[in-house]
C-alpha cells in the first residue's frame, strides 16, 4: 500500500472522463489499497481514482464514524440506475477542494450498480449519505465536482481562490 498526493483543483485531470475498469488485475487491486490508504490518512470518506491521478472508474467509500471499525467498499465501474425527483440538500466537501464545504442540492435517493474486486455484482437502493456520497464520487469519474453545482458566483470564488494558491505554489 501506498499514500498518494490528491490533485486539487486547478487541475486539469480533475475534468478527465474516466475509463471503465473492466477485468480486476493485481493493479486494480493495488490501486484499490492505496486509495484507501490515501482517503483514511486524509482524512475523507470516499475517493475517486481520478483524485490520485488515474482516470478508471474505481471509487473507494468508507463512511464508518471514528469510534467505529472500519467498513472498506471497493466500487468498480459503479452506475447510478435511477434518482428520486425528490431532492435534499446536504453539505459536502471535496479532498480535491481542502477545507472548502458548501450545501449542494442533489437527488434524495438513488439505485446504484458496481461490481467487487471479487467479480460479483452489486445493487442497491441508498438515501441519506450514502446517496450523497455515491453520486458525488460517480461525479469525479465524468469529471463533474460539487462546485459545479453551486451558483456562478460562489464557484468562480473557490475557483480563483485555488488558482492563486497554485501560482504561489509554481512561483
Ligand atoms: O471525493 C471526495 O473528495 C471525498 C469527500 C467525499 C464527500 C464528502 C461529503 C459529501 C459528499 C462526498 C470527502 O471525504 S471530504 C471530507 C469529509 O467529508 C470528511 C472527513 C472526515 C470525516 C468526515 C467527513
Ligand atoms: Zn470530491
Known amino acids: 500500500m501506498?499514500?498518494?498526493?490528491?490533485?486539487?483543483?486547478?487541475?486539469?485531470?480533475?475534468?478527465?472522463?474516466?475509463?471503465?475498469?473492466?477485468?480486476?488485475?493485481?493493479?486494480?487491486?493495488?490501486?484499490?489499497?492505496?486509495?484507501?490508504?490515501?482517503m483514511y490518512a486524509a482524512p475523507g470518506i470516499g475517493l475517486a481514482a481520478i483524485q490520485i491521478g488515474e482516470p478508471?472508474?474505481?471509487?473507494?467509500?468508507?463512511?464508518?464514524?471514528?469510534?467505529?471499525?472500519?467498513?472498506?467498499?471497493?466500487?468498480?465501474?459503479?452506475?447510478?440506475?435511477?434518482?428520486s425527483?425528490?431532492?435534499?440538500?446536504?453539505?459536502?466537501?471535496?479532498?480535491?477542494?481542502?477545507?472548502?464545504?458548501?450545501?449542494?442540492?442533489?437527488?434524495?435517493?438513488?439505485?446504484?450498480?458496481?461490481?467487487?474486486l471479487a467479480g460479483e455484482v452489486v445493487e442497491g437502493e441508498a438515501d441519506g449519505m450514502l446517496a450523497t456520497c455515491l453520486q458525488h464520487e460517480i461525479d469525479h469519474l465524468n469529471g463533474t465536482m460539487f462546485i459545479d453545482y453551486l451558483s456562478r458566483l460562489k464557484r468562480s470564488r473557490v475557483l480563483r481562490k485555488f488558482e492563486k494558491a497554485a501560482r504561489r505554489e509554481g512561483a
Not at 474505481?58 to 467498513?71: P, S, Y
Request: hydrophobic content about 35%.
Open 56 to 83: 478508471l472508474r474505481l471509487v473507494v467509500i468508507d463512511l464508518a464514524k471514528k469510534d467505529e471499525e472500519r467498513r472498506p467498499i471497493v466500487l468498480v465501474d459503479p452506475e447510478i440506475t435511477w434518482s
Open 85 to 116: 425527483e425528490e431532492r435534499r440538500v446536504h453539505e459536502e466537501g471535496c479532498l480535491s477542494i481542502p477545507e472548502y464545504y458548501e450545501e449542494v442540492e442533489r437527488p434524495d435517493r438513488v439505485r446504484y450498480r458496481y461490481r467487487t
Open 2 to 38: 501506498a499514500l498518494r498526493d490528491i490533485l486539487t483543483l486547478p487541475d486539469p485531470r480533475l475534468r478527465l472522463v474516466s475509463k471503465p475498469v473492466g477485468a480486476v488485475t493485481d493493479d486494480i487491486r493495488r490501486l484499490s489499497d492505496d486509495m484507501l490508504e490515501t
